[in-house]
């Protein structure tokens, strides 16, 4: 069975930019999870999103928001750019999202603000 | 505010023998902990779990610890491998989302062979 997917690996955008980010889940899963890492903040939870309804929300700025469409895939999109939004983005999938089906994360997509 | 700790940035143990590694946490409504394993460049990798009803669960090699009056979790595995060389993040969930973890920093683990 394949892995979460997420592209593209890598990224570089400019302040005031905007960047959409996808995410295919494991096929069957239907609650998508987004997280952003960075050095000084480790894993912060963005949010989650079940048949396409965001479930759970972080505490993010609005900038910051996503989707998740009828075959569970998803995208993140964060606006106007601030150089503190350079992260690996790391979107996790599950069967459910409830604590008995634990997180599969993708490899995540790596984000530079200049 | 971080409500889950690693105070160990790294560790180092020797192939063969135990590793231990240490998770503390101040939210007493974490009712929910994992371990997940990361190597460069990938993402994180579920290894065990267990539930604050428990102080114990083993997966092979695997074994977590958990002390609710304390706010202390560890992660054992017994033997170490060079394989086992990894960044690892103790988790924790509370109320019924499993998706929504609060990660600690991590602890980088070398096994040298």
């Known amino acids: 069975k394949a892995g979460v997917t997420q592209t593209p690996r890598y990224l570089i955008k400019t302040r005031g930019q905007q960047v959409t980010l996808s995410c295919s889940p494991i096929?069957?899963?239907?609650?998508v999870s987004w997280y952003q890492q960075t050095p000084g903040q480790g894993l912060q939870f963005l949010f989650e999103y079940f048949s396409e309804t965001q479930r759970n929300k972080g505490n993010f700025p609005g900038r910051f928001s996503g989707r998740q469409f009828s075959n569970s895939r998803s995208e993140m999109n964060v606006s106007t750019l601030e150089l503190g939004d350079s992260a690996l983005y790391l979107c996790?999938?599950?069967?459910?999202?409830?604590?008995?089906?634990?997180?599969?994360f993708g490899n995540g997509t790596r984000l530079t603000v200049t | 505010d971080q409500q889950v700790k690693q105070n160990s940035p790294s560790l180092s143990v020797q192939e063969g023998r135990i590793s231990i590694l240490n998770c503390d946490y101040t939210n007493s409504m974490f009712d929910y902990f994992l371990w997940y394993k990361k190597y460069p460049a990938e993402g994180p990798t579920f290894l065990i779990s267990?539930?604050?009803?428990?102080d114990k669960n083993e997966d092979g090699r695997f074994t977590v610890f958990l002390n609710k009056s304390a706010k202390h979790l560890s992660l054992h595995i017994v033997p170490s491998q060079p394989g086992d060389s990894a960044v690892y993040f103790c988790a924790a969930s509370a109320g019924t989302s499993g998706s929504r973890l609060t990660f600690g920093e991590g602890t980088q683990l070398t096994v040298n062979p």
């Open positions: 096929s069957g899963h239907r609650s």
């Open positions: 996790a999938s599950s069967l459910s999202g409830q604590k008995s089906s634990p997180l599969h």
């Open positions: 267990i539930s604050s009803i428990k």
